[in-house]
């Protein structure tokens, strides 16, 4: 068996790709049942075994303040199990108590840690992760195979965050206390950036609504009384030097997030339209950090469209069926969706639609990793060039109305759609129509309810459309850009990128696999199948009491993963000087 010393795109944590406002779409791997039945793999053959990762930065010098406690605010949640919880500040705080399988280091490169090594098979269909020694549940239990297996089985029942961590995997198995066997559906080289899974105890998984969040990581909890869970730290831990100064951790739960914003907190986190709020909260710093949220407009690249005819409707007294219109669509050409792109600025829809607090992207990677360059705005704003391209694409403006027709004289009308309930997708969709009108086309946009809006985007429908996905823990260009993606709403095809995909899924060199992308990248530049994408970004909202927090180190995947150099320090109060002309009031016993 082979290790993989490689490195991928994409992250830990939870993952949900939600178009529109729905559609949830997770990626990690799930432990089924193996075809051949409920037996493990014995007869794959090891190739070889190496430890992965590079070498961390070295930590800041510091003169921290020992002891404390670090106040963390949560919003409303409905569960603290962090394989569950709507919430995401519980399962990113969840990280005090319940440490990852393996955890991706700076460089997008997975590092053992309770799982120590792994090995594969050649067609990269068979792996197997030993346990690291001394790991040690909190109740003083060591933890073996089968406490990971429990967790994987839990995920592949339950769902959850990490559900799609595990879609691939068609068996698992404890084949001795050290040693679990994942035996996969399809080859994947990137398993073990996907087991960026906690380790959950069994008695929080357990029980439907826990009370108890049982791991083995540096704190342990000490008391889940009204709105507050304390956790304490785990003098006990296997490695002193992961060990915070602080000794106590305090996370106070709050109705909404307005009231966790106003509350007393050493840290915070906030996503989505709450991000430019938390700039507002006085004596505190913000730390603005890559989401994982995506915005863009997706182009409808096939040569047709459809519209309801205009004469029938659903009528469930007549049992009518809806009819539709077939219609030759401009954004076929690559010329029109070029233009599209120099009329839509990606730093504008970031503007528009998230004040500002968003990353320009032009394929779905995070920000910070090595496949992802830092600077996407590959299309300003350029109208003339933009009318040019339309104007190769065969359509002209009229001298007369200042409308488009194309060479048989029909007017060109774009027909737009976005969910009335997602403000920020709305406003991605209008800052692209407004430019569009600009110029002269004639647009209609609608915004519709949600149901409508998915059976419409599926259905093609529409030209241009608000597209939203959360792609989370596992992120991958294979949902959105290969030909049968599920994500692909744009239902445009390229042989040549769904070779590269296929190529970044079976290969471990991070050097090929940087190339592919970078082919991808220039593929996509030229076709266009999408305009405007930006990633909203997450905050961090720190206190002036929270010390040793590195812009730096902010990492999406693991907000805690530096959580060794914070101290809580109380700020010291200077006392003002006299002016000039005062005069100190006397004291000691001759004072009056």
């Given at each position: 068996?082979?290790?993989?010393?490689?490195?991928?795109?994409?992250?830990?944590?939870?993952?949900?790709?939600?178009?529109?406002?729905?559609?949830?779409?997770?990626?990690?791997?799930?432990?089924?049942?193996?075809?051949?039945?409920?037996?493990?793999?014995?007869?794959?053959?090891?190739?070889?075994?190496?430890?992965?990762?590079?070498?961390?930065?070295?930590?800041?010098?510091?003169?921290?303040?020992?002891?404390?406690?670090?106040?963390?605010?949560?919003?409303?949640?409905?569960?603290?199990?962090?394989?569950?919880?709507?919430?995401?500040?519980?399962?990113?705080?969840?990280?005090?108590?319940?440490?990852?399988?393996?955890?991706?280091?700076?460089?997008?490169?997975?590092?053992?840690?309770?799982?120590?090594?792994?090995?594969?098979?050649?067609?990269?269909?068979?792996?197997?992760?030993?346990?690291?020694?001394?790991?040690?549940?909190?109740?003083?239990?060591?933890?073996?195979?089968?406490?990971?297996?429990?967790?994987?089985?839990?995920?592949?029942?339950?769902?959850?965050?990490?559900?799609?961590?595990?879609?691939?995997?068609?068996?698992?198995?404890?084949?001795?206390?050290?040693?679990?066997?994942?035996?996969?559906?399809?080859?994947?080289?990137?398993?073990?950036?996907?087991?960026?899974?906690?380790?959950?105890?069994?008695?929080?998984?357990?029980?439907?609504?826990?009370?108890?969040?049982?791991?083995?990581?540096i704190f342990k909890q000490k008391d889940l009384t009204g709105q507050k869970l304390t956790l304490e730290k785990n003098a006990d831990y296997r490695n002193a030097d992961a060990l915070t100064h602080f000794d106590n951790v305090e996370i106070t739960f709050y109705e909404s997030e307005d009231a966790k914003l106003r509350s007393d907190f050493d840290m915070a986190l906030f996503y989505g339209s709450s991000v430019g709020l938390s700039a507002l909260k006085k004596d505190t710093k913000v730390q603005?950090?890559?989401?994982?949220?995506?915005?863009?407009?997706?182009?409808n690249c096939s040569s047709t469209y459809l519209i309801s005819n205009p004469v029938s409707s659903d009528d469930a007294e007549t049992g009518e069926e809806k009819t539709f219109v077939t219609l030759a669509n401009a954004f076929a050409s690559s010329d029109m969706r070029r233009a599209l792109n120099l009329l839509t600025s990606r730093q504008e829809a970031v503007n528009a639609a998230a004040s500002g607090h968003g990353t320009v992207s032009l394929l779905p990677l995070y920000s910070g990793t090595v496949y992802r360059r830092q600077n996407q705005e590959d299309y300003p704003y350029n109208p003339v060039r933009a009318q040019l391209l339309m104007n190769a694409a065969g359509y002209t403006k009229s001298a007369v109305d200042g409308k488009w027709y194309d060479a048989d004289g029909n007017e060109l009308i774009v027909r737009a759609i976005s969910p009335k309930a997602n403000f920020r997708m709305g406003r991605t969709l209008r800052q692209a129509t407004n430019a569009l009108k600009e110029i002269g086309v004639t647009v209609e946009l609608e915004e519709i309810g949600d149901d409508e809006y998915l059976d419409r985007l599926r259905n093609k429908e529409y030209m241009l459309a608000a597209v939203e996905i959360e792609l989370g823990t596992w992120q991958s260009v294979e949902k959105i850009l290969k030909t049968d993606g599920e994500l692909n709403f744009t239902f445009y095809g390229n042989s040549r990128i769904d070779d590269y995909i296929e190529q970044i899924e079976t290969i471990e060199?991070?050097?090929?696999?940087?190339?592919?992308?970078?082919?991808?990248?220039?593929?996509?530049?030229?076709?266009?199948?999408?305009?405007?994408?930006?990633?909203?970004?997450?905050?961090?909202?720190?206190?002036?009491?929270?010390?040793?927090?590195?812009?730096?180190?902010?990492?999406?995947?693991?907000?805690?993963?530096?959580?060794?150099?914070?101290?809580?320090?109380?700020?010291?109060?200077?006392?003002?000087?006299?002016?000039?002309?005062?005069?100190?009031?006397?004291?000691?016993?001759?004072?009056?």
């Open positions: 068996m082979r290790r993989a010393p490689f490195a991928e795109l994409n992250r830990f944590g939870r993952l949900a790709a939600a178009v529109a406002v729905l559609l949830a779409v997770v990626m990690l791997f799930s432990c089924a049942k193996t075809p051949s039945g409920e037996r493990p793999d014995d007869t794959f053959d090891p190739v070889a075994t190496s430890t992965p990762g590079a070498d961390e930065p070295a930590a800041e010098e510091r003169l921290p303040v020992e002891g404390g406690v670090l106040k963390l605010s949560v919003g409303p949640f409905d569960t603290i199990n962090p394989l569950l919880t709507n919430n995401e500040d519980i399962r990113v705080y969840a990280g005090f108590v319940c440490e990852m399988l393996v955890v991706p280091d700076s460089f997008m490169e997975p590092t053992g840690n309770v799982l120590r090594d792994w090995v594969h098979n050649e067609e990269f269909t068979v792996w197997e992760f030993t346990v690291a020694d001394g790991i040690v549940f909190h109740d003083g239990s060591a933890v073996e195979a089968s406490d990971i297996k429990r967790v994987i089985d839990y995920i592949i029942a339950r769902g959850g965050n990490y559900a799609a961590n595990v879609e691939n995997v068609a068996g698992c198995f404890a084949k001795d206390e050290k040693t679990l066997q994942l035996v996969l559906k399809e080859p994947d080289a990137h398993v073990p950036e996907k087991l960026a899974i906690p380790l959950v105890g069994w008695q929080t998984l357990a029980a439907d609504r826990p009370v108890l969040l049982a791991g083995t990581g603005y950090y890559t989401g994982s949220v995506y915005d863009f407009i997706a182009i060199n991070a050097g090929v696999i940087l190339a592919a992308y970078n082919e991808i990248e220039k593929i996509v530049l030229e076709d266009n199948p999408i305009a405007g994408m930006f990633i909203a970004d997450n905050a961090v909202v720190l206190s002036g009491r929270l010390q040793g927090f590195r812009q730096e180190a902010v990492r999406p995947w693991n907000i805690l993963a530096t959580a060794a150099e914070w101290w809580i320090e109380e700020p010291v109060e200077e006392t003002p000087e006299p002016a000039a002309d005062e005069t100190p009031a006397p004291t000691g016993e001759g004072g009056n």
